[in-house]
């Protein structure tokens, strides 16, 4: 009989061990960009994922697993070891950007979106895609196939799809570096709250 007592405890505490534990560290969001994210010519504590990560929950966590410059066959080769050593909750893809100023193949691009949300989905986390367009100065006709991807791979995959809104930056003075593609410091504090209403349900 003591025995039977003494297992139903052990079994209620750990039950309640579980439950404290979600309430105590919340959601983890591993962020997989380039530049935009990575926060290029600005001080990190600046940046947009930094910013975010003051405005969310304390509970919560985010890694930045951004490198300027990155492309989409860049971050799928990072990211399985990034699963594995932070295994989050959820990832934002913020790719394709560079894949499109070096004009890549827009197929191959895709394909790796599509295996990066095939390996997300397997790891046990939610993938999240952050729409990208291109300069207009690249052609409409490419341009406008480059930012139809998104869209096509949100609806083919059910995929949540954070919409580019950031067009305005590039006709406000101030928000945009010198090299005309980079956001200023200024210019993150918008980028955050773009993201963060549709990245804060979810965590929260």
Not at 82 to 90: A, D, I, M, V
């Amino acid at each position: 009989m003591r025995i039977a007592i003494t297992i139903t405890f052990i079994r209620r505490l750990c039950c309640l061990f579980i439950l404290l534990s979600a309430n105590t560290y919340g959601s983890t969001l591993l962020v997989l960009g380039d530049s935009l994210s990575a926060g290029y010519g600005v001080n990190q504590e600046s940046g947009w994922v930094a910013l975010l990560k003051d405005d969310l929950d304390d509970r919560h966590r985010i890694i930045n697993g951004s490198i300027s410059g990155d492309t989409t066959g860049g971050g799928l080769n990072r990211l399985p070891l990034l699963l594995e050593k932070f295994s989050p909750n959820y990832v934002l893809l913020e790719l394709g950007g560079n894949d499109g100023l070096r004009g890549q193949p827009l197929n191959l691009m895709k394909r790796n979106l599509l295996a990066m949300i095939e390996l997300c989905r397997q790891a046990g986390a939610e993938p999240i895609l952050f729409g990208m367009r291109l300069p207009p100065n690249y052609g409409r006709r490419y341009s406008d196939a480059f930012a139809a991807v998104y869209p096509e791979i949100s609806d083919e995959q059910q995929v949540l799809l954070i919409p580019f809104q950031l067009e305005e930056l590039a006709v406000t003075e101030g928000m945009i570096q010198a090299d005309g593609l980079h956001p200023t410091a200024l210019a993150q504090p918008i980028i955050k709250e773009v993201i963060k209403k549709y990245i804060q349900p979810l965590m929260d």
